[in-house]
């Protein structure tokens, strides 16, 4: 009984190996190791977010790609945090990120001076004088990642509209095209921070 036991188990891992190496470019150049070395790999895909799901429609022009500090990426992390809180999808973050990324490169903008676009503040450059909160709402990140989120949700269709359509529609700037540049880094930083 064990004899069939193990010759069964083992016709079973040679068919899923020989089945892997014809699977495609990815499986054939798969370590041959045993499989104790690929859980680890699968896990850490399973981990990262689907591609399909954070940029549906492929990006839409140019992409914009900008080193970030410390503080930014705590912002992106934050922006995160409160998506999550607020039960929405990886894509809703994505936006959002995008968002923060064409109005501030995700930093939480006090008051400009004469630089500044009317009373706008935050990651968002949200506008007090618009509803969007009081200055000390919209410069905390949580509070004015809620906010803009939920405008996104009062739109309908947003997670089928291409992003700076999503982003437009809440945002209404005087760029509307320009949210699509930032799409891509959105995305990675999204992959890379929503389970983390």
Known sequence: M????RKSVLGIAGLAFTGG?????????????PVEGKPAAV??????????KLIPHGVQGAQSKIDL???????AKAIIAATKKAGLPERAAVISIATSLQE????????LGDKNDHDSLGLFQQRPSSGWGTPEQITDPEY??????????QVDGWPDMPLTEAAQTVQVSAYPDAY???EQQAA????????S
């Open 104 to 111: 501030s490169k995700l930093e939480n903008l006090g008051h």
């Open 21 to 33: 190496v014809f699977a495609g470019p990815i499986a054939a150049h798969a370590d041959a190791r």
């Open 2 to 5: 064990n004899t069939m036991l």
């Open 180 to 182: 699509a540049q930032w």
């Open 43 to 52: 896990a850490v895909q399973a981990d990262k977010p689907d591609s399909a």
């Open 144 to 153: 004015s990642t809620l906010a803009f989120e939920k405008g996104l949700k």
């Open 69 to 75: 500090n410390d503080e930014q990426t705590a912002n």
């Open 188 to 195: 990675d930083l999204v992959a890379q921070h929503w389970n």
